[in-house]
């Protein structure tokens, strides 16, 4: 069964610090999906990143930074010089080969992350 | 383009009445998925839609839900004779289309916010 851990449940930080977000993911495919989405306070699940087994290359995206690694099993999530508007609770998901169709996504319990100006 | 959209945005129920939750996804997605969100429970997949068709339904929670898709496009999940339990974020994505790549990326809806009183 797939399962995703995202150990941390709040963080806070001041404006203009570095945080990293962890996840750690378990499945027994070995082609799989991974995911960040982004929930604000409005509600609404906004996606940042998607990264396929295949592919250990980190990504960076203005102030975002993903870190892949395998080995670890692990997905981590990183805001450098964070600002307020980054406050939200953030989800890592995890699907099979399928994109998550019929099994759908998998999430972890999510962290919250206020920044704190 | 407009994204996924999804009503009510809130509804208030009675315990024992029967609800209808819809859900418009992106023009053009053929793939559609609902998901709960609650305090508890976190983000749990419900059920998936491939056009029309619904090939795995165990992800409901009991026999009192079912969902629907119609002419490739809205989707409605019925509730029947609501519980208390069954309070919480109903969510729906939608993506162009399943089965891998980066064209299955889920987009989600703002949700409909369930209270059953």
């Known amino acids: 069964a797939q399962k995703v851990t995202q150990a941390q449940t709040e963080i806070s930080v001041v404006e203009k610090e570095d945080v990293t977000l962890d996840c750690v993911y378990e499945?027994?495919?070995?082609?799989?999906?991974l995911f960040w989405y982004k929930q604000p306070p409005s509600g609404e699940l906004v996606f940042l990143i998607r990264?396929?087994?295949?592919?250990?290359q980190n990504e960076i995206s203005g102030r975002y930074s993903w870190n892949f690694q395998k080995s670890t099993s692990s997905f981590n999530f990183t805001i450098t010089a964070s600002q307020v508007v980054d406050s939200a609770v953030y989800f890592c998901?995890?699907?099979?080969?399928?994109?998550?169709?019929?099994?759908?996504?998998?999430f972890g319990k999510g962290t919250h992350l206020i920044i704190q100006p | 383009g407009a994204g996924v959209s999804q009503s009510p945005s809130n509804k208030v129920t009675e315990k024992g009445k029967d609800v209808e939750l819809r859900c418009d996804p992106i023009?053009?997605?053929?793939?559609l998925y609902w998901y709960r969100q609650s305090l508890g429970q976190g983000l749990e997949f419900l059920i998936y839609?491939?056009?029309?068709?619904?090939?795995?339904k165990s992800g409901l929670p009991s026999d009192r839900f079912s969902a629907e898709r119609t002419g490739g496009s809205v989707s409605t999940l019925t509730i029947q004779r609501t519980q208390q339990e069954d309070s919480a974020v109903y969510l729906c994505?939608?993506?162009?289309?399943?089965?891998?790549?980066?064209?299955?990326?889920?987009?989600f809806g703002p949700g409909t916010r369930l209270t059953v009183l």
């Open positions: 023009s053009g997605h053929t793939a």
């Open positions: 990264r396929n087994s295949f592919d250990e």
């Open positions: 839609f491939q056009g029309n068709s619904a090939p795995d």
């Open positions: 994505a939608s993506s162009l289309v399943s089965g891998g790549g980066q064209s299955d990326t889920q987009y």
């Open positions: 998901a995890l699907s099979d080969y399928s994109g998550g169709g019929a099994d759908g996504l998998t």
């Open positions: 499945t027994r495919d070995t082609t799989y999906y």
